[in-house]
């Protein structure tokens, strides 16, 4: 346990990549310029923007940076691959929580005033539908997705090195164009769409928390013999 807190620690001191770039070098910036906008153009029926997903993506790259940055730095402090990963997996959780729970307040506040000049940044519809737990729900399990999708993606890097990346990349390819494909000729995308508009947001945010999980364990097994 006090391996799994140090390799906590080794995260925490890092706060530019954890704490100040999600919100300082994504989402404000992203926020400040949807602002600008809704402050000129002044809309009507107000200004609904995608900016907030910008912090989404931002999460991606910390879960990429933190398997190249860190896990170099703490096998030489003779931390085990596993205690690694579970003080990753442990830091990931919290900071998830975290971004969670300040993108709810964000958007309880911003609610239907629209910070003054109609914008909605953090309130949108559908994905702010139903309970404040099911919001939440929906923030949490698609920060926790795209942050282990990075940490996955470099995770395949380190334990099967360029030829594993090589590999990887042309299957999704072939795997998404042929899928692609597919619904277009037997014309499956009307039912995939309603299939989609049938569920919540919280509902899909549950497969994309699915989904994570599935990372997870593949980053596990494939970190356990990955090299520096």
């Known amino acids: 346990m006090n391996r799994i807190a140090t390799v906590m620690k080794i995260h925490a001191k890092d706060r530019m990549m954890w704490l100040i770039a999600p919100w ?3 989402l404000l910036p992203a926020f400040l310029v949807n602002f600008l906008i809704g402050w000129i153009v002044q809309p009507e029926n107000g200004l609904f923007t995608g900016g907030l997903a910008s912090i989404f993506i931002l999460m991606m790259i910390v879960g990429i940076a933190t398997l190249t940055k860190s896990f170099p730095f703490a096998l030489g402090l003779s931390i085990r ?3 690694f990963f579970l003080g990753t997996l442990m830091m990931v959780t919290v900071v998830c929580l975290g971004i969670s729970v300040v993108l709810l307040a964000l958007s309880v506040v911003e609610g239907d005033w629209g910070w003054g000049v109609g914008l909605h940044f953090f309130n949108l519809p559908y994905l702010s539908d139903g309970s404040l737990a099911e919001r939440w ?3 949490f399990a698609t920060a926790f997705h795209m942050t282990f999708l990075g940490f996955a993606i470099v995770a395949v890097y380190r334990r099967f090195g360029r030829m594993g990346m090589f ?3 042309p299957i999704i390819l ?3 164009s042929v899928l692609s ?3 277009t000729y037997f014309g499956w995308w ?3 769409f309603n299939w989609l508009s049938g569920h919540s947001a919280a509902q899909l945010a549950s497969l994309l928390f699915v989904g994570a999980v599935i990372f997870v ?3 596990f097994f494939m970190i356990r013999k990955a090299t520096v």
């Open 217 to 219: 364990l593949l980053s």
């Open 181 to 183: 494909f597919l619904c």
């Open 24 to 26: 300082c070098f994504a």
């Open 81 to 83: 691959r596993t205690d």
């Open 137 to 139: 729900w929906t923030l």
């Open 190 to 192: 009307t039912d995939i």
């Open 167 to 169: 590999v990887l990349f």
């Open 174 to 176: 072939v795997a998404g």
